[in-house]
């Protein structure tokens, strides 16, 4: 996984929970806030709602963009863009 936002990239087993967005949250400025099925999120000046659907990272595409929620986040309900790299040693390609 690579944390859009914060360029990082973390190893995560498969059975972690994730949440799959709309095509347009690619590039959210911060973390995602998640209530119920919708994600706020803001991109440059404008505040944005989607609709978020849940899942696990083994049901996960190499090249797909998820939400997750990562160990090192506070316990506000914060949500990070992540890219998919690989899932069972498919990377992306």
Same mark, same amino acid.
């Given at each position: 996984?690579?944390? /859009?936002? #914060?360029?990082?990239?973390?190893? @995560?087993?498969?059975?972690?929970?994730?949440?799959? &967005?709309?095509?347009? +949250? $690619?590039?959210?400025?911060?973390?995602?806030?998640?209530?119920?099925?919708?994600?706020?999120?803001?991109?440059?000046?404008?505040?944005? /709602?989607? #609709?978020?659907?849940?899942?696990? @990272?083994?049901?996960?595409?190499?090249?797909?963009? &998820?939400?997750?929620? +990562? $160990?090192?986040?506070?316990?506000?309900?914060?949500?990070?863009?992540?890219?998919?790299?690989?899932?069972?040693?498919?990377?992306?390609?």
């Amino acid at each position: 996984m690579r944390d /859009v936002a #914060r360029r990082v990239r973390h190893v @995560l087993p498969a059975d972690r929970e994730m949440l799959r &967005v709309p095509y347009d +949250l $690619a590039r959210p400025t911060g973390p995602v806030i998640v209530e119920g099925d919708h994600a706020i999120y803001r991109h440059g000046d404008e505040e944005t /709602v989607g #609709r978020v659907a849940p899942a696990k @990272l083994a049901d996960a595409e190499p090249g797909e963009t &998820v939400l997750l929620k +990562l $160990a090192d986040a506070s316990d506000a309900p914060q949500w990070w863009v992540c890219e998919v790299e690989e899932v069972n040693g498919v990377a992306a390609s």
